[in-house]
């Protein structure tokens, strides 16, 4: 049996597109109908962005880390 080891980075990248699409869509109906429920949906689409985003950033750390240190010097 092959155990494969689960991508973290993936997940949470996957996540983060999630929530933010959600994110974007109770905002709308909220815009539209403003019920307790979608303004509370919206709130809890919202916080799960921030923990989703702020653990991307810890898993990239590395990445962003060696990216500033050499900058790229392909963008011009």
Not at 24 to 41: H, I, K, N, Q, S
Request: contains cysteine.
């Amino acid at each position: 049996m092959n155990k494969r080891k689960i991508n973290k980075r993936a997940i949470i990248s996957i996540g983060l597109l999630i929530t933010l699409v959600l994110t974007v869509v109770t905002a709308y109906v909220l815009d539209e109908f403003g019920t307790p429920v979608w303004r509370a949906a919206h709130s809890l689409c919202g916080k799960s962005f921030l923990v989703f985003a702020v653990f991307h950033t810890i898993y990239n750390l590395k990445v962003l880390k060696k990216y500033f240190r050499k900058g790229n010097k392909k963008i011009k």
